[in-house]
């Protein structure tokens, strides 16, 4: 049965991040350096991703807009993962216009899974200029192409493994530090390690010891990391609702960083306790 995912998904309450991205036509390999390489204006709209998977392929459905003033014919697309195999395209991009391309992948089970996610996806193909080569950055679309790797081999990905939620009732003031509390835990049938990682919001910092959890098979009980934001400016850390949190998960051959965003309903309660920490 074929299994389907958007990229922007939704983990107890906890939305993974998904940006869009520019593509930036790379140089042709070696061989054909005599041939003319046009930098193809084609831009891949990020958030109309999403994939479906059957046993053993993974289909990546992507929207690329072509802002050249050529047509783009695609021909082929390639991930550098050990135990995927390469696709072959036919897809025109005509100029000024968005067009959805399928992007379907031999999966080869377990190989595919030994080494971390790949970061790019190659594009091949022609314009009027000649022959173009696009690299897309794989860490742009969160984590679609993990989840589409694990989903063809019927296997849950690092992302997936994870339940992320924080009670509004956990959060605590003392000065410019906001405490709260990580509830986490997984549904996963093997371990899963999630450790917190800063993600970068601007005005908040994360202070205090690392927090790390190691989490046997599921059913496990859910397990609350302690995090400690510092505001280092009230005026930024207002701009966003709340914040995001960022965990490193890893399952045994795979570690994958994810961004989350935590529930709305949790908003309100991070919001007053800014205006307690920024008075």
Not at 168 to 176: D, F, I
Request: with cysteine.
């Amino acid at each position: 049965m074929a299994r389907r995912r958007r990229a922007a998904l939704l983990v107890a309450g906890a939305a993974v991040v998904v940006l869009g991205t520019r593509l930036v036509a790379a140089p042709p390999p070696a061989a054909s350096l005599a041939a003319p390489v046009p930098a193809a204006d084609v831009v891949l709209l990020g958030d109309q991703a999403d994939y479906t998977t059957t046993p053993g392929q993974a289909t990546l459905r992507l929207q690329f807009r072509n802002s050249s003033s050529s047509e783009v014919l695609l021909r082929a697309a390639s991930i550098p993962q050990s135990g995927v195999g390469a696709a072959t395209l036919h897809d025109a991009l005509l100029p000024g216009q968005a067009t959805g391309v399928a992007v379907s992948l031999a999966v080869h089970c377990p190989a595919a899974l030994r080494d971390p996610p790949a970061r790019v996806l190659h594009l091949t193909g022609t314009s009027a200029g000649g022959p173009i080569r696009v690299t897309v950055d794989l860490a742009l679309l969160g984590n679609l192409w993990d989840d589409a790797r694990y989903d063809a081999c019927g296997e849950r990905s690092p992302g997936g493994a994870l339940l992320v939620a924080v009670p509004a009732e956990s959060l605590h003031v003392a000065g410019r530090t906001i405490r709260a509390e990580l509830a986490v835990t997984t549904a996963a049938s093997q371990p899963v390690t999630a450790k917190v990682t800063d993600a970068g919001v601007a005005g908040l910092v994360l202070t205090g010891p690392v927090a790390a959890a190691h989490l046997p098979p599921a059913p496990t009980p859910t397990r609350l990391l302690p995090v400690d934001w510092t505001v280092l400016s009230c005026a930024r850390a207002a701009v966003p609702q709340w914040p995001l949190v960022a965990l490193t998960v890893s399952v045994p051959g795979s570690t994958s960083v994810i961004t989350y965003g935590l529930d709305p309903t949790f908003g309100a309660a991070w919001r007053a306790a800014l205006r307690h920490a920024c008075r």
